[in-house]
């Protein structure tokens, strides 16, 4: 097998599965990209067996302590593995995140569940290049009739993978409904969002709903309505939900309407809604804010770090004398500390006062991996306002 040999002090010594090119000591065995290789250290003790991509920066990661190839037998206990876990902690056994990369054991590889449709993300050249493979053993150990490649992801290129979607197994499903959370859901998994829809948000969806019981709720960056419902079903006396895709309106009317909830629906960017507001007059008693990510590289975390700041400044002028504000951010590369620091900094701006009421993650099928700080990405506060002594 061909492999590497790392430099003292790389961070795979240290518990981390990533190996960057400027880590690498020594390639030898010529491997070509998406095989698999061991990794060695400088006294040729084997550290386990990764897969391989010149082209990428991260030049090798790790999936196995072991020799391992990537054959069949590894995947079937791959994915069994992880429908074990995530059973024994009583996530839906029927929409759900199959398999999530690095925190699974499978670098690159995404999967989701939706009843009979399971849809697949392949961000690597080694999971690509076995993703038939894959899809034949997603639809034997889980037993779902359609495998659905939703190859379409920017994070393909950083690897020198085109973008492809299509149907892999089974045939092209219809538009259905889905029951996430509690919640129904109009699914079209070939032209949707992503793998299908945020599935690392439905446990905040439930902890977040009793908050806005009788309240008058701000749901911002809506994308398909999902809090702006749960908050309605939770009791909410007003729910307003602002979105800037156009694309998501008629999404976020009709999970309304399947949920038998009413919703106030602005198609607006909200920066510029939340300003409006502000001018107006306006206070509400709970205001949602689930942005994109502010950022994808290290280079724009001052401007994400701006962005977030503003954007609480704004929220914190709107909320009632003891509103409550629950942010989130999705971006990798803002710390929990960072981010939490923006709100403390727009919080004084707006000379409010504020509580932490409830801090939120990601779902847990979503593991975070302690020695991979990267597989913990999801951060969201719950503030309370109250006057100063």
């Not at 961070?11 to 060695?40: A, C, F, M, Q």
């Not at 911002?220 to 998501?248: D, H, M």
């Not at 999404?251 to 909830?261: E, L, Y």
């Not at 309370?384 to 002594?389: G, I, L, R, V």
Request: overall charge positive; proline content about 4%; hydrophobic content about 40%.
């Amino acid at each position: 097998m061909p492999g590497i040999i790392i430099r003292p002090r790389a961070r795979i010594l240290h518990g981390h599965d990533w190996v960057y090119s400027s880590e690498v000591l020594k390639i030898y065995g010529n491997p070509k990209d998406g095989e698999v290789i061991s990794i060695k250290d400088g006294r040729d003790r084997m550290l386990g067996s990764a897969i391989y991509q010149s082209q990428s920066q991260i030049i090798a990661r790790r999936f196995s302590y072991q020799r391992q190839e990537l054959d069949r037998e590894f995947f079937v206990r791959r994915v069994q593995r992880a429908q074990e876990y995530r059973d024994r902690i009583g996530m839906d056994s029927s929409v759900r995140r199959v398999l999530w990369s690095e925190s699974d054991g499978v670098p690159g590889l995404i999967i989701d569940r939706y009843n009979s449709v399971a849809v697949m993300q392949t961000l690597t050249l080694a999971m690509d290049q076995r993703r038939d493979l894959i899809a034949e053993v997603v639809k034997e150990v889980l037993g779902v009739e359609t495998i659905i490649e939703r190859n379409d992801s920017v994070s393909r290129k950083l690897e020198g993978l085109e973008i492809r979607t299509g149907v892999l197994l089974g045939e092209t499903p219809k538009e259905q409904e889905v029951m996430i959370g509690g919640m129904i859901f109009l699914m079209d998994f070939l032209q949707g969002q992503k793998t299908g829809f945020y599935l690392d948000q439905v446990t905040n969806y439930r902890d977040l709903a009793p908050w806005a019981k009788t309240g008058r709720v701000l749901d911002c960056f809506s994308n398909q309505g999902a809090f702006a419902i749960a908050a309605a079903r939770a009791g909410a006396y007003e729910v307003i939900a602002v979105e800037s895709g156009a694309e998501n309106i008629p999404r976020i009317k009709a999970h309304a309407h399947a949920n038998g909830v009413t919703i106030g629906i602005i198609g607006a960017n909200v920066f510029d809604h939340l300003s409006q507001a502000t001018r107006r007059g306006e206070k509400y008693d709970l205001i949602i804010l689930d942005p994109p990510p502010f950022t994808r590289v290290k280079k724009g975390i001052n401007d994400a770090l701006r962005g977030y700041r503003e954007l609480h400044f704004k929220a914190a002028q709107l909320l009632a004398p003891n509103g409550r504000l629950a942010t989130f951010s999705c971006s990798h590369h803002i710390s929990a500390a960072a981010f939490h620091h923006t709100a403390i900094e727009a919080f004084h701006d707006a000379r409010r006062s504020a509580r932490q009421r409830h801090i939120f993650t990601q779902s847990p099928d979503h593991p975070i991996v302690l020695a991979l700080p990267e597989t913990e990405y999801l951060k969201g506060y719950l503030f309370e306002m109250f006057n100063s002594f």
